[in-house]
Structure formats: structure tokens, C-alpha cells
């Protein structure tokens, strides 16, 4: 690390954000290096900051040099939970639909019939990758007839399905309930696995004004400075699930509203980015005064 960027909090430190030179009262040190104001910390902590810590921002921030953004074990647990539910419920789905084939050789459903049920959803997914990887490379109208060709599969389905119920019964039944099932869990489970894999050994430290990513066998620093916006939501927020860091050279790392830390994390890119909040001690009674009240009108 460069030891320009390092600043010593000394008697004549100006608050990064108010200018105020701080004589007089002592600076708050955040764990992205800059200096500030009691004044300005505590604006831009939300009450619900206190209430959840027990603390005042400018207290509990003493007491945490580093930020530690990693997900909770409940959280992990209810991860892992969300995979293995609907993988349960696949292979539940692929029983049924073994059930369903088994039944039909016994019940001596036409082989044709059958061969034709059990390879359309094939070739449709064939046609599916085909479709991603060499689009560029086709020409336009054998693009369309592709689409066309592959949509008029899919419809062909459900009407091959009802057909084979209705005319041989419970084994074609068994097969259709089954796919159904492995069709719907299949979707479900890869969003699981995907949000699993996304919090299993996510570690994002924040020290000394670098970040220090670990995620999985990945591992990453960057300097806090190299970060030019940051959208972090204040966790219960309805309807956001994320926040967002973007650095310097374009990449975004996102976050979700689960992790530890993230809370003061918000607090201290909002003290990086955003000017909207006066520091005055009149505002600073105002906000407070306002989100007393929001939180006693919804008791
Ligand atoms: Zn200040």
C-alpha cells in the first residue's frame, strides 16, 4: 500500500466530508482510511443502527477496525436448504417418471409412441444449445426455422402427453406427472445451487482502506479508493435483495442483504458518496426526530 494514502489522525485532521477541521474533538476513524467527524458519522447512521447494536455508529465503528462480510451459518443452512429441497423433489419427479416407462414396457405401450416421448424433449434441449452456441454462425432464416421448428416441438408436447393419457392410461400418466415435476424442481434446484454456491466461503474484509475478497479458491484485494459507486441496502429493506459495489475499471462485485458488517459497510459508503445529508447538528436532531417517530408510528 502506498503510505501517501495513510493519514494519521492528528490535532488539525479536516473531516472528509464537511471540511471541518477537527481541533477541538476527537476524529472517527473508518475502516476505509478516511477521517470524519462524530457529527458526520452519526448522519449518516440510520437509528436502526443503534437499535441493532446497542451502540451509537461512532462507538460500535471503534470497536471494529475491520468490516467482516461473510454470511451468517442460519443463512448458509437456509442456502442449502433451497438446493436440497427441490434436488429431493427432482429425483422424486425421476422416480415417478422411471415408474411411468417401467409401466408402459409392461403395458406394452407402443415402443414408437414411447421412443417418440422420451427423445422430443431431447432434441429440444439439442436444438436449445445449438441454438446459444452457434447462432452467430447460421444464417437468418435457417435461425428462424430453428426457433419455429423447435417452439412447434415444445407445443407438440403437452398434446402427445394428454393424447397418451387418454388413450393408454396411467403409465403415459405416471410419465407426464413426472416430467412435469423434473421440469419445474430442475429450475428450481440450479437457482439454489447457484445461490449456495454464491455464499459458500464468501469472506469480503475491508481493513486499512483495502478490501480483501475471498470466494471460494478465488481471492482478490482492491483499495477502497478504487471503488467509484457503491449501493449498499440497509438489510430488511423490502423488495432489494442486493448491494453493489462497482470499482474503477468497470467490475461490480454485488452483495446480498444477509452478510455481517453490511450495515456499517452502508453507512460508510454513504459517507464516501453521497452528499444529500446535511451535517448540521439542527438536521441531525431533524432525522432523528423523524425516524423516532417512523418507528414508534409502526409499534
Ligand atoms: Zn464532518
Redesign the pocket.
Known sequence: MPESSIQQPSSGTA??????VLSAERPVRLPDNRV??A??CESMAADIFEMETGEPFTRWIEKHPQLVMQYQPLELTVRRFGFMFPLAMLLLGAGIFGYGVYTSFRDAVPLPFLLAGLITPLVIGGLWLIYENFSDSLPKAARSALRIFAALLAMAVPVYGLYGCLKFGRPIGFMVVGAAIIAFFAVLALRGLQAYLRALNFKLVLKDGVFYLQHGSRTDTFPADEVVQACVVRPGTVGATEGALRLDDGRMLTLDTCLSDLHALGVVMDLRFRADFP?SADDIARIRRDNLRKIRGLS
Open positions: 473531516c472528509q466530508r464537511c471540511e471541518r470524519y467527524c457529527a458526520c451535517p
